[in-house]
C-alpha cells in the first residue's frame, strides 16, 4: 500500500540554524511528491513539488527538496531558518496513472517546527 | 486567481445535527478534492470530482457523509447526524487534470461537535 513517512513529531532548531525534514515514501512507481506547510488553524500551502527531471526542486520561502529513488526520500531542506518558518511541513505522495496524474494525495502524519530565538 | 475559499470557517453543532460545508475553487479548475484532518494527524482523503463527476470515494465516507458539485463548479459536503468522532477540519482542494496535477487547498472548515 502506497504511504507517507515523517518520522520526526516536533523538531526545534535555533533561528538561523539549518532545516532538514525527513520523509519517506511507499509506492510501487516514480510519484508525484509534495511539501506543504500549514499554520494553527489554516489551510496547507504547496511549499515545492517533484514530478521529474531535476532531482534536486527548489520552492518558496527558501526551501529546497531532494529526490533521492534508492532511498525512498524527499527531504525539505532550507539553509537558515526565521522565525516565521515555525508551522507544521507535511511531506505527500500523488499516485501517477498511465496519461497523467489522478486521484488523491497520500500525506505523512506532519513535522511540527518549532523556531527558538 | 482568488484561491480556494470555503465556509463557514468554524460550524459549532449539537450531535445528530445535520451540517453542510461548501467550497469555492480556483475558477479554471476541473477537479475539486475533500480531505479530513483531526488533530496531530495529516489529511486524509474523502472524494474527488472532476467536473460534475464523483470518481473516488475514501472507505472513510460513511453513508452519513455526501458530496455533490452540481455543476462543476462549487461543492457541498454534507453531514447527516453529526457524531462527536466527526469533529475534525475539513478541508477541499482544486487542481486542473493534466500531466503535473497540483493541489491548491482552501482554509479548511473546522467542525466541532458537541
Known amino acids: 500500500a502506497q504511504s507517507v513517512t515523517q518520522p520526526d513529531i516536533h523538531i526545534t532548531v535555533s533561528e538561523g540554524a539549518s532545516l532538514e525534514l525527513r520523509c519517506n515514501y511507499s509506492y510501487g512507481a516514480t510519484p508525484y511528491l509534495f511539501w506543504y506547510v500549514q499554520s494553527p488553524g489554516q489551510g496547507l500551502q504547496l511549499l515545492l513539488k517533484?514530478?521529474?527531471?531535476?532531482?534536486l526542486v527548489q520552492g518558496i520561502k527558501g526551501f529546497e527538496a531532494e529526490f533521492k529513488r534508492s532511498q525512498s526520500s524527499f527531504n525539505l531542506r532550507k539553509p537558515s531558518v526565521h522565525w516565521s518558518d515555525a508551522a507544521e511541513y507535511f511531506c505527500?505522495?500523488?499516485?501517477?496513472?498511465?496519461?497523467?496524474?489522478?486521484?488523491?494525495?497520500?500525506f505523512g502524519k506532519g513535522t511540527k517546527l518549532s523556531v527558538k530565538p | 486567481d482568488t484561491g480556494v475559499s470555503q465556509n463557514p470557517r468554524h460550524k459549532i453543532t449539537k450531535r445528530g445535527q445535520n451540517v453542510t460545508f461548501r467550497c469555492d475553487p480556483i475558477?479554471?479548475?476541473?477537479?475539486l478534492y475533500w480531505y479530513r484532518q483531526t488533530l496531530g494527524q495529516g489529511p486524509e482523503f474523502l472524494t474527488y470530482?472532476?467536473?460534475?463527476?464523483?470518481?473516488?470515494k475514501s472507505r472513510l465516507l460513511s453513508d452519513r457523509f455526501s458530496a455533490e458539485r452540481p455543476k462543476g463548479s462549487f461543492s457541498t459536503l454534507e453531514i447527516q447526524r453529526t457524531e462527536q468522532g466527526d469533529s475534525a477540519m475539513y478541508l477541499c482542494a482544486s487542481s486542473l487534470a493534466g500531466i503535473t496535477d497540483t493541489q491548491y487547498f482552501g482554509p479548511g472548515t473546522r467542525l466541532t461537535v458537541l
Open positions: 517533484y514530478f521529474s527531471g531535476d532531482t
Open positions: 470530482f472532476q467536473n460534475e463527476a464523483q470518481l473516488e
Open positions: 505527500a505522495v500523488g499516485p501517477m496513472n498511465y496519461g497523467g496524474s489522478q486521484g488523491n494525495l497520500i
Open positions: 475558477s479554471e479548475h476541473n477537479r
